[in-house]
């Protein structure tokens, strides 16, 4: 529940313009609140009472809050909208990124970020003014937009690095809508299907025996479907830091997202040491699961230790997550400086293990990239696909791509210039 604080009943006081304000940041951030909910909800506090604020907060409550997942969000819009009076400067602070390897003065608690872009994204729009407030008249300007790009298509080029505080939340609005889906693999198990090639034999016997043991109709199979896991593979250096914060909320997304088709995503996070942070993906709340995966891993914005991270997953992770034909994002910019030759047998390994890597990288978004780095030139050879992980696009991309098994991205041309 939210803190207690005392309510301060203005002189011209104006209940349900903003319990309808209060409702409409609620539907912003998620809720499936209507007007009928919001009219319900007026009538209850006429009912209630509003001078017992614990009351007041469980009418509301009542009114709006559905879903467990919900009332997280719930108190902390409520906190912000009745009861903080400084809730403007905690609306600002809460804007800030939600993962964070390290210690903030003040933490964020769960879903107050998601509080503050509803409240703030309708600051302006829908504050009820005062009735002698007036717009002042100004000079109409005509504008012809018929050449230039929606800001949602701006927003899908933009690189992750150059968005301001306001584009990075609706671009994570954006993520959040976005599916990765994947093809089934056929197996060998099967399951009964009018037209399936194989015979089931035992049905088809056990069928007959019903009928004195004359076969009647022959019991066909055909492929079970066989869902593949995702492992998730993010670096979280100092030079992958913004990537990272933004894909987590992609990740988070695709884990939570029902009828994907993945059997299991599991996500890890490595900078100087692996972390497995795949647990916390499970919470629905995105917030909540950002802030208990930023704060288990303790190298964000660290260094840099590609080599060893991969050999620890090689070692402790890999036959645990990478059966049923299991497909690998690996997300770093590749810029490693240990042994190359010790990159290159872990990358190998690696690329035995999986069904498909899928390498994405951020440094692709420059039209002059050249494998130099000997990092990239150690990885870049046990890959199947090689591609750009730098904006909304450009995971769109991926998400068309990432069941063709002939898509090696740029891997083909970046190999032609190591071997020129």
């Not at 009912?47 to 017992?52: C, K, S, Y």
């Not at 717009?135 to 690189?159: C, F, P, Q, W, Y």
């Not at 002059?368 to 730098?390: Q, T, W, Y």
Request: with cysteine; glycine share 6%; aromatic share 6%.
């Amino acid at each position: 529940m939210a803190e207690q604080l005392p309510l301060e009943i203005p002189d011209e006081p104006k209940l349900a313009q903003n319990i309808t304000h209060f409702a409409r940041a609620l539907r912003k951030a998620g809720l499936p609140i209507g007007p009928g909910r919001v009219i319900d909800a007026v009538h209850a506090v006429e009912v209630a009472g509003f001078t017992e604020k614990r009351d007041f907060y469980w009418t509301l409550h009542a009114c709006f809050v559905t879903r467990p997942e919900h009332r997280a969000v719930f108190s902390q819009i409520f906190r912000l909208y009745w009861r903080d009076p400084r809730y403007l400067e905690h609306m600002m602070a809460a804007m800030l990124p939600a993962v964070r390897g390290v210690q903030e003065e003040r933490n964020a608690q769960s879903a107050e970020k998601r509080a503050a872009e509803a409240l703030l994204d309708g600051a302006n729009r829908d504050v009820p003014q005062a009735p002698d407030q007036e717009e002042e008249e100004g000079t109409e300007i005509e504008v012809n937009a018929s050449l230039t790009m929606s800001r949602e298509e701006k927003l899908r080029s933009l690189d992750f690095e150059q968005m301001s505080t306001a584009e990075v939340a609706q671009a994570k609005r954006m993520l959040a809508r976005l599916s990765l889906p994947v093809k089934p693999i056929p197996s060998r198990r099967g399951q009964a299907s009018l037209r399936g090639h194989r015979i089931d034999w035992r049905r088809t016997l056990r069928s007959s025996m019903r009928q004195g043991g004359e076969i009647h109709d022959i019991a066909r199979l055909t492929p079970k479907p066989r869902w593949p896991n995702l492992v998730v593979l993010c670096d979280i250096s100092g030079s992958m830091s913004q990537y990272s914060r933004i894909i987590l909320h992609f990740l988070h997304a695709v884990s939570n997202a029902k009828g994907a088709g993945w059997a299991k995503v599991h996500a890890f996070t490595f900078g100087t040491r692996l972390t497995n942070i795949t647990r916390h993906l499970d919470h629905r709340d995105v917030d909540a699961s950002l802030a208990a995966a930023g704060a288990e891993a303790q190298d964000w914005e660290g260094g840099t230790r590609i080599g060893e991270c991969l050999h620890a997953f090689n070692r402790d992770w890999s036959r645990r997550v990478m059966g049923q034909g299991a497909v690998v994002l690996l997300i770093t910019d590749g810029l490693d400086r240990d042994d190359p030759d010790a990159l290159g047998r872990e990358m190998e390994r690696l690329h035995l293990s999986a069904r498909r890597l899928i390498w994405l990288n951020p440094l692709l978004r420059w039209d002059g990239f050249a494998p130099k780095a000997r990092g990239i030139m150690a990885m870049l050879p046990h890959v199947d696909s090689f591609r750009a992980g730098h904006s909304i696009a450009s995971l769109e991309e991926l998400a068309q791509v990432i069941s063709r098994p002939d898509d090696v991205g740029e891997k083909a041309r970046l190999m032609a210039l190591i071997s020129s």
